[in-house]
Structures are given as structure tokens and as C-alpha cells.
């Protein structure tokens, strides 16, 4: 960071559209966005300038099918510039922007292009919307057009290829008047029960976010972002697509997840947002290479950690130097300096969020000399509620309140939020608005807290909700209670927090269990319960009864122990819930043995 700095402030701009515009104008032949040419196998520069002649275009497009200020338009992309294209475009027409999983189903789909009533749909490809079209769409009565990024081998009135439907030149454009609490978005998010609810978010909620985030750290106009998490995420959408334009730095697409490694290398970013995920995969192919290295190497990989580790804690005055400190420029030649290469080598900061980052790893990555800066929030809060500032940086914490938002601790510590950023409510649902935000305007987050030094610690959560390490979020009562409706399966809990993927312990009792082993040729001995035969054939009952959930709430591994737990072992309740840290500590051994070798 060269604190070459050109912010744009909310007194230059009341809303994302003016954001784009002005960015545009300050820096119209400077590079944007880089993108790889699959055609041409390479990567390629889009200038600031390029993409409003684009924007121009679909612009001119959307006006032609007659839309008009509050319509809805739903996106189902991958991160391109594509993506910003289309966003922009919209809000010039003061159109409401939906964002989709590419990796979603069709019933979920369905249902989001439904209740929103969107009017044109831009996908990747036709095989996206498939299942969509296979009924005629007969029930998508206000879909006007689906828009596809490839070409079309089948034929449907409403689908059309981009290059078709972009007309050949762009007309004046016309922006439309904008107010700072007009509708942006809608991002559907899932609850703990039920179908998704639409968080309905304004540009000025997501416009101070990202300014309020911004000013945090000295950012520049020399930052390089490589985005590669879903832009259908707020938490990318915000702090990787909105926050870099209002800097004026450029913003790197990454290929995909399966080639992130040679992108870092390739592209060298300065600024990473990422979740636990990335870095889990990371640490645990390092640990993997330790233990075929020899004792003297993996010496030398604690010592750098410990002593970058003590090098942090003294630059956050939280320690005094110490001699071994001296150290410090041989261990980041001989393994730092080696590790953090394979990240780029340029990597200045990394913004972490979307769920707890593993203390372990946290002071690994730190240690090494990366900086990580861990942050806080929810869809309702545009995303960002706090994060760590780099001169007071607790990586065992969620950081300190953005500006513009207050945050206190109600009932049961629960923290609430209040402020600019707290979403208009659920599209649709005043019901579900109420619940989660109260008479005096407090977002209830349902997530358990202490706050010490202006600091905010989350210890927990009210409802029960596993946040896996890439920020999904699932309801577990749910998947048990679908789970359960397969008669082999007592009793089941999921377990996932802060994990890569879910995974389940289940019960079976005794008699079941015999006529199981006997139905597939298995001895009925409970050590059969261990072979990889029996595991495969649970596995797939259980995510026969998951068929209607996100493929993030698939079971990948699973544990189970013949007769039913009981009132006597603790396990569960009078009333027969589940005591799920019970549980946890009673087959700790198993858990970890359910994700060995991930």
C-alpha cells in the first residue's frame, strides 16, 4: 500500500450507480478489471472506460424491453466483468438487482424468480435454467426473457444468447434519479426454517458499508483484489466488487477455486477477502508436505512461527521485544519468505469473514507474516459489521464497529446492531422483519457476544446454525429432522462449525440394524458399521432425504453406533433433544477421525 489514495466519498456520490459514474470519470483509461480469455488463453485488461461503453449497451437493452425503475433482474454468473456490467447497467435504470447461486437448484431458483418477480434473468449457460424451462416456465408468468452468456443448443421462446439480444450500438443513456434509500438488491439468504427470505438492501446501505470498511485501512489506488468468491455473497459483493471501485484499485477475476494457486502466483494481488476455507486448505497442505520433511525442517516451520508470531504481538504493543527476534530476518528467507511466494509474494492484507477463522491458523498465517484481518457480519448488515484495524488487530476477535453502525449486547448477549447498514427488511415478509429487528430499530443477529477494549468476541449463537468455514450457513435441525424421516436412522446429529463440509453422527437400533446387514450381505456385527461398503450405502439414504436442500447441506461423511442414546447416558433431554456439546465431547475422537485426511 502506497497510500496513493483517490476515495470516492458519499459526498461525491449518494448511490452505486453515481459510484460507478465517478470512478469513470476519475480514472477512465485506467485498468479495472483483468479477466483470462479462455479463447485466447490469456489474461486480459478492461479500462474503466471500456466497461461504461459496455454498461452503455445493456443499458440500451434493458430500456428496449420496456423495464422500468423498481423491476427486478436476477443475475446467475460466475465472477467475470460480466457480472459488474450487468449490475451497473441496472442501476442506471434504478433496477433491482437479484443475485443467484450458480450452483443452486432449480427448485431454490424456481422460487427466488418467483417471489421476486424478476423480469429478465442473465445466466451462464442454458444448461443453468433447464429445469426451469422444461414445464414451458408456465409458472414464471412475469420472466420475460432469459438471457444466456453461451450459446443456445435448444430452443425456447424466453432464452436468447447475449450477443442476439445486446443491440449493435448503445443509445444515449439516461440515467434515472436515484435516491440515497431506493432498492439495490435483493439477496436471498436461507433461515433456519422454511423457504429463503429476500434481504432487501438500499445504496446507501451498502454504499456506506463499503466506505465505512474502506476507511478502515489505508487502501490505494495501486491494490490489486483477486475475487474469487461468489459475488452472489455479500460479503464479496461488498468488500471485493464495491469497496475496491470506491479506492479506485483493480480487481483481478480469478479463473476458479481449482486454479486459485496459479492465479495468486499469476496475478500477485495486494488484497485477498476470503474465508476460513482457503486458508484450512492452505495449512493443511503444509502440514502435509511437514510430515515428510525431517525433523530439522519442521524445527525450523515452528520456530518461524513462533518467533513472526512474537514479532506480531510486539508491533500490537501486546508483548516486549525479546532476542530471538533477531532471528526473525533468517527464518523469512529460509521458510516464510518461501510460503507466503505461494501466495503471490505480494500479498499485503487478507480480509477474512463469513465464519471463524481456526486460532490456530489465524497465528500460523500470521506468523508466517501475513497480515489477516478477521471481520464480522450478516447479509442484513450490508455485510460488514466490524473487522480488525492493523494497528489494533486481535485475530482471536471479530474487530471493532465500522463507523455509521452502533452495537450493544441485549437479552441472553445477543448481539445488536443498529446504524446505516441495517437492511430495509425481508422482501415481502413484514413478519420476519419484525422478528429480527425491534420498535427501536436494533437487527437482533442471533449470535451470542462479549465486547472488552471496544473489541467484539462471538461466543456463540441463540439458534442453532452452523456456519461451515466457506460462510455457509445451514440449519441443522432441518437436515436431522429430513434425515430422520428415513426409518433406519434413530436419531442424527449434523456436525459442521467452522468445518469444510457436514457431517453426521447417526443411531440405529439393534433390530434395524440387523435387518439392514442382512438386506446388503454384511455381517451384523457392529464393527461392520466401519467398512466403507456400509458407509457409502448410509451415505447415500441420508442424501436421498437432502435432495431438496443446497449441495452445501450434503452429509460427505458419517459415523454410526448401533442403539439409540438415552435420558441415563446424557446425551439427551427429558424431552429427548439432543444435547449436542455432550455429544460432541462423547465422540470427540470419532469427529476428528471424520475429518482426518481432508
Given at each position: 500500500?502506497?497510500?496513493?489514495?483517490?476515495?470516492?466519498?458519499?459526498?461525491?456520490?449518494?448511490?452505486?450507480?453515481?459510484?460507478?459514474?465517478?470512478?469513470?470519470?476519475?480514472?477512465?483509461?485506467?485498468?479495472?478489471?483483468?479477466?483470462?480469455?479462455?479463447?485466447?488463453?490469456?489474461?486480459?485488461?478492461?479500462?474503466?472506460?471500456?466497461?461504461?461503453?459496455?454498461?452503455?449497451?445493456?443499458?440500451?437493452?434493458?430500456?428496449?424491453?420496456?423495464?422500468?425503475?423498481?423491476?427486478?433482474?436476477?443475475?446467475?454468473?460466475?465472477?467475470?466483468?460480466?457480472?459488474?456490467?450487468?449490475?451497473?447497467?441496472?442501476?442506471?435504470?434504478?433496477?433491482?438487482?437479484?443475485?443467484?447461486?450458480?450452483?443452486?437448484?432449480?427448485?431454490?431458483?424456481?422460487?427466488?424468480?418467483?417471489?421476486?418477480?424478476?423480469?429478465?434473468?442473465?445466466?451462464?449457460?442454458?444448461?443453468?435454467?433447464?429445469?426451469?424451462?422444461?414445464?414451458?416456465?408456465?409458472?414464471?408468468?412475469?420472466?420475460?426473457?432469459?438471457?444466456?452468456?453461451?450459446?443456445?443448443?435448444?430452443?425456447?421462446?424466453?432464452?436468447?444468447?447475449?450477443?442476439?439480444?445486446?443491440?449493435?450500438?448503445?443509445?444515449?443513456?439516461?440515467?434515472?434519479?436515484?435516491?440515497?434509500?431506493?432498492?439495490?438488491?435483493?439477496?436471498?439468504?436461507?433461515?433456519?426454517?422454511?423457504?429463503?427470505?429476500?434481504?432487501?438492501?438500499?445504496?446507501?446501505?451498502?454504499?456506506?458499508?463499503?466506505?465505512?470498511?474502506?476507511?478502515?485501512?489505508?487502501?490505494?489506488?495501486?491494490?490489486?483484489?483477486?475475487?474469487?468468491?461468489?459475488?452472489?455473497?455479500?460479503?464479496?459483493?461488498?468488500?471485493?466488487?464495491?469497496?475496491?471501485?470506491?479506492?479506485?484499485?483493480?480487481?483481478?477475476?480469478?479463473?476458479?477455486?481449482?486454479?486459485?494457486?496459479?492465479?495468486?502466483?499469476?496475478?500477485?494481488?495486494?488484497?485477498?477477502?476470503?474465508?476460513?476455507?482457503?486458508?484450512?486448505?492452505?495449512?493443511?497442505?503444509?502440514?502435509?508436505?511437514?510430515?515428510?520433511?525431517?525433523?530439522?525442517?519442521?524445527?525450523?516451520?515452528?520456530?518461524?512461527?513462533?518467533?513472526?508470531?512474537h514479532r506480531f504481538l510486539v508491533q500490537q504493543k501486546r508483548e516486549n521485544w525479546h532476542a530471538k527476534l533477531?532471528?526473525?530476518?533468517?527464518?523469512?528467507?529460509?521458510?516464510?519468505?518461501?510460503?507466503?511466494?505461494?501466495?503471490?509474494?505480494?500479498?499485503?492484507?487478507?480480509?477474512?469473514?463469513?465464519?471463524?477463522?481456526?486460532?490456530?491458523?489465524?497465528?500460523?498465517?500470521?506468523?508466517?507474516?501475513?497480515?489477516?484481518?478477521?471481520?464480522?457480519?450478516?447479509?442484513?448488515?450490508?455485510?460488514?459489521?466490524?473487522?480488525?484495524?492493523?494497528?489494533?488487530?486481535?485475530?482471536?476477535?471479530?474487530?471493532?464497529?465500522?463507523?455509521?453502525?452502533?452495537?450493544?449486547?441485549?437479552?441472553?448477549?445477543?448481539?445488536?446492531?443498529?446504524?446505516?447498514?441495517?437492511?430495509?427488511?425481508?422482501?415481502?415478509?413484514?413478519?420476519?422483519?419484525?422478528?429480527?429487528?425491534?420498535?427501536?430499530?436494533?437487527?437482533?443477529?442471533?449470535?451470542?457476544?462479549?465486547?472488552?477494549?471496544?473489541?467484539?468476541?462471538?461466543?456463540?449463537?441463540?439458534?442453532?446454525?452452523?456456519?461451515?468455514?466457506?460462510?455457509?450457513?445451514?440449519?441443522?435441525?432441518?437436515?436431522?429432522?429430513?434425515?430422520?424421516?428415513?426409518?433406519?436412522?434413530?436419531?442424527?446429529?449434523?456436525?459442521?462449525?467452522?468445518?469444510?463440509?457436514?457431517?453426521?453422527?447417526?443411531?440405529?437400533?439393534?433390530?434395524?440394524?440387523?435387518?439392514?446387514?442382512?438386506?446388503?450381505?454384511?455381517?451384523?456385527?457392529?464393527?461392520?458399521?466401519?467398512?466403507?461398503?456400509?458407509?457409502?450405502?448410509?451415505?447415500?439414504?441420508?442424501?436421498?432425504?437432502?435432495?431438496?436442500?443446497?449441495?452445501?447441506?450434503?452429509?460427505?461423511?458419517?459415523?454410526?453406533?448401533?442403539?439409540?442414546?438415552?435420558?441415563?447416558?446424557?446425551?439427551?433431554?427429558?424431552?429427548?433433544?439432543?444435547?449436542?456439546?455432550?455429544?460432541?465431547?462423547?465422540?470427540?475422537?470419532?469427529?476428528?477421525?471424520?475429518?482426518?485426511?481432508?
Amino acid at each position: 500500500m502506497n497510500n496513493k489514495q483517490d476515495y470516492i466519498t458519499p459526498q461525491s456520490a449518494s448511490n452505486l450507480s453515481d459510484l460507478f459514474y465517478e470512478r469513470v470519470k476519475r480514472s477512465s483509461e485506467v485498468v479495472a478489471y483483468q479477466y483470462f480469455n479462455h479463447e485466447e488463453n490469456s489474461w486480459k485488461d478492461l479500462t474503466w472506460h471500456e466497461v461504461s461503453k459496455q454498461v452503455e449497451l445493456w443499458h440500451t437493452a434493458f430500456r428496449h424491453e420496456g423495464l422500468v425503475k423498481g423491476d427486478r433482474v436476477a443475475i446467475m454468473m460466475s465472477n467475470c466483468p460480466d457480472w459488474v456490467v450487468f449490475d451497473q447497467a441496472a442501476y442506471s435504470l434504478g433496477l433491482v438487482v437479484v443475485p443467484v447461486y450458480t450452483n443452486d437448484r432449480a427448485e431454490n431458483i424456481r422460487y427466488i424468480l418467483e417471489n421476486a418477480n424478476v423480469k429478465i434473468f442473465f445466466i451462464e449457460e442454458p444448461s443453468h435454467c433447464q429445469k426451469l424451462l422444461n414445464d414451458g416456465g408456465s409458472s414464471l408468468n412475469d420472466l420475460l426473457r432469459i438471457v444466456t452468456h453461451k450459446p443456445i443448443d435448444t430452443y425456447n421462446p424466453k432464452l436468447v444468447q447475449v450477443n442476439q439480444w445486446l443491440p449493435s450500438y448503445a443509445e444515449t443513456i439516461n440515467r434515472v434519479q436515484l435516491e440515497a434509500d431506493d432498492l439495490a438488491t435483493i439477496v436471498y439468504t436461507s433461515g433456519t426454517t422454511g423457504r429463503p427470505k429476500g434481504v432487501m438492501l438500499s445504496h446507501d446501505n451498502i454504499f456506506i458499508n463499503a466506505y465505512s470498511a474502506a476507511i478502515f485501512e489505508c487502501f490505494d489506488t495501486d491494490d490489486i483484489f483477486l475475487s474469487f468468491l461468489p459475488l452472489s455473497h455479500m460479503f464479496e459483493r461488498t468488500a471485493g466488487y464495491y469497496m475496491p471501485m470506491l479506492i479506485g484499485a483493480k480487481i483481478a477475476y480469478a479463473r476458479s477455486i481449482e486454479k486459485l494457486g496459479e492465479d495468486l502466483i499469476s496475478i500477485r494481488p495486494t488484497i485477498l477477502v476470503t474465508v476460513p476455507r482457503i486458508f484450512e486448505r492452505v495449512y493443511n497442505k503444509i502440514h502435509d508436505q511437514l510430515s515428510q520433511k525431517s525433523p530439522v525442517v519442521q524445527g525450523l516451520f515452528k520456530l518461524a512461527v513462533n518467533v513472526g508470531w512474537h514479532r506480531f504481538l510486539v508491533q500490537q504493543k501486546r508483548e516486549n521485544w525479546h532476542a530471538k527476534l533477531l532471528l526473525w530476518p533468517v527464518l523469512k528467507k529460509l521458510v516464510a519468505g518461501k510460503i507466503l511466494a505461494k501466495l503471490g509474494g505480494h500479498l499485503e492484507l487478507a480480509v477474512s469473514g463469513g465464519a471463524a477463522l481456526s486460532p490456530e491458523i489465524a497465528k500460523t498465517f500470521i506468523g508466517l507474516g501475513l497480515t489477516i484481518s478477521q471481520g464480522y457480519g450478516l447479509t442484513e448488515t450490508s455485510p460488514v459489521v466490524s473487522t480488525n484495524k492493523l494497528q489494533d488487530n486481535d485475530p482471536f476477535s471479530v474487530g471493532t464497529t465500522l463507523s455509521h453502525l452502533e452495537v450493544k449486547l441485549g437479552n441472553d448477549d445477543e448481539l445488536l446492531v443498529k446504524g446505516r447498514t441495517v437492511m430495509l427488511g425481508y422482501w415481502d415478509n413484514e413478519s420476519a422483519t419484525k422478528d429480527v429487528i425491534d420498535a427501536e430499530g436494533w437487527f437482533h443477529t442471533g449470535d451470542k457476544a462479549k465486547i472488552e477494549n471496544n473489541h467484539i468476541y462471538i461466543t456463540g449463537r441463540l439458534k442453532e446454525i452452523i456456519v461451515l468455514s466457506n460462510g455457509e450457513k445451514v440449519p441443522p435441525s432441518d437436515i436431522e429432522l429430513a434425515i430422520g424421516g428415513d426409518s433406519l436412522f434413530e436419531q442424527v446429529i449434523v456436525i459442521g462449525e467452522a468445518k469444510p463440509f457436514l457431517t453426521a453422527i447417526v443411531t440405529i437400533d439393534k433390530e434395524s440394524w440387523q435387518q439392514f446387514a442382512k438386506s446388503i450381505g454384511v455381517d451384523v456385527a457392529e464393527s461392520s458399521l466401519e467398512s466403507d461398503k456400509v458407509k457409502d450405502i448410509l451415505l447415500k439414504r441420508i442424501n436421498q432425504q437432502l435432495f431438496y436442500f443446497p449441495s452445501y447441506a450434503k452429509i460427505i461423511r458419517v459415523h454410526a453406533v448401533i442403539n439409540p442414546w438415552d435420558i441415563a447416558s446424557g446425551l439427551i433431554t427429558p424431552t429427548l433433544k439432543l444435547k449436542r456439546s455432550k455429544i460432541h465431547a462423547t465422540y470427540e475422537k470419532e469427529i476428528i477421525g471424520l475429518y482426518h485426511g481432508h
